[in-house]
T-cell receptor
Framework: QKEVEQNSGPLSVPEGAIASLNCTYSDRGSQSFFWYRQYSGKSPELIMSIYSNGDKEDGRFTAQLNKASQYVSLLIRDSQPSDSATYLCAVNGGSAGANSKLTFGKGITLSVRP | DTGVSQDPRHKITKRGQNVTFRCDPISEHNRLYWYRQTLGQGPEFLTYFQNEAQLEKSRLLSDRFSAERPKGSFSTLEIQRTEQGDSAMYLC???????????FGPGTRLTVL
């Protein structure tokens, strides 16, 4: 089982729609969960972090965490063409500690159609 | 610019040569991480420093790879006797004391011919 798994893509949504990106992780002791956005040829940019069960909202982005189901998701409301990118789910903590390495999923590519 | 910086941004080398990359973290960030990313994959952890101490090194990392952070500020990553399989984007990230977020630099793209 992969440590961090993101559902297969690519994902295509029309402009203005809600994009839903999902991620599951295997280490039940994981403590911190992050979403990074990566444009083609660029480095990952942190867009959301979440540590507790529930929802966390920041502008058009909402991160959702369910530790019992080992599931974390990112919702992008009112999707814009500029949101077209690869979104990486990353997890750390667990046995390695809160300041440890990030373990990434493969990413999912989002395309927002004008 | 107060973000993480990396140098060089691109490096082309021939198989068997040694290469060295530099990372300057965000000022006063005490933790520094190196990752490697290949096409279609998420970044893969290589090593991690807290101040000048190297606290963790990936088991996947061969002994051709070495990293230093001698004064707890900038860090270097050296790859000896490069192989074509070393071709990747090498990413550096830093993190401040008391926070868990990691902030990435622009990366160094290595091509081994």
């Amino acid at each position: 089982q992969k440590e961090v798994e993101q559902n297969s893509g690519p994902l295509s949504v029309p402009e203005g729609a809600i994009a839903s990106l999902n991620c599951t992780y295997s280490d039940r002791g994981s403590q911190s969960f992050f979403w990074y956005r990566q444009y083609s040829g660029k480095s990952p940019e942190l867009i959301m972090s979440i540590y507790s069960n529930g929802d966390k909202e920041d502008g058009r982005f909402t991160a959702q965490l369910n530790k019992a189901s080992q599931y974390v998701s990112l919702l992008i409301r009112d999707s814009q063409p500029s949101d077209s990118a690869t979104y990486l789910c990353a997890v750390n903590g667990g046995s390695a500690g809160a300041n440890s390495k990030l373990t990434f999923g493969k990413g999912i590519t989002l395309s927002v159609r004008p | 610019d107060t973000g993480v910086s990396q140098d060089p941004r691109h490096k082309i080398t021939k198989r068997g040569q040694n290469v060295t990359f530099r990372c300057d973290p965000i000022s006063e960030h005490n933790r520094l991480y190196w990752y490697r990313q290949t096409l279609g994959q998420g970044p893969e952890f290589l090593t991690y420093f807290q101040n000048e101490a190297q606290l963790e090194k990936s088991r996947l990392l061969s002994d051709r790879f070495s990293a230093e952070r001698p004064k707890g500020s900038f860090s270097t990553l050296e790859i000896q006797r490069t192989e074509q399989g070393d071709s990747a984007m090498y990413l550096c990230a830093s993190s401040p004391r008391g926070l868990r977020e990691q902030f990435f630099g622009p990366g160094t793209r290595l091509t081994v011919l």
